[in-house]
């Protein structure tokens, strides 16, 4: 469910990131401050950042519970997943 919601919101907010960047004009550092200095801009891209990586994790979640079949290394590999998703949402907000 959580995968299917994502995939759904995910839809608006990459069209909306693919629309922002193409009407930027030279990607210069001043113009990307003052992109993300409006809060409708920051927050759309916090948005589809957590939703974009949660959706990813939960798709590799579902690949390491199809393919991987000991115990315990199926265990290991998830908390690993999820914590590489997770530092990846964090830099890339950051």
């Known amino acids: 469910?959580?995968?299917?919601?994502?995939?759904?919101a995910n839809i608006p907010l990459v069209c909306w990131m693919i629309f922002s960047v193409t009407q930027m004009r030279d990607f210069s550092y001043e113009e990307i401050?003052?992109?993300?200095?409006?809060p409708l801009n920051a927050i759309l891209m916090i948005l589809s950042l957590v939703?974009?990586?949660y959706h990813?994790?939960?798709?590799s979640q579902v690949v390491i519970e199809d393919y991987v079949h000991h115990e315990g290394f199926k265990t290991?590999?998830?908390?690993?997943?999820k914590l590489f998703f997770f530092a990846l949402a964090v830099a890339s907000i950051f």
């Open 33 to 38: 401050v003052h992109f993300f200095q409006m």
């Open 76 to 81: 290991v590999k998830l908390i690993g997943m």
């Open 51 to 53: 939703s974009i990586f």
């Open 56 to 59: 990813a994790a939960l798709g």
């Open 1 to 8: 469910m959580h995968q299917r919601l994502t995939a759904i």
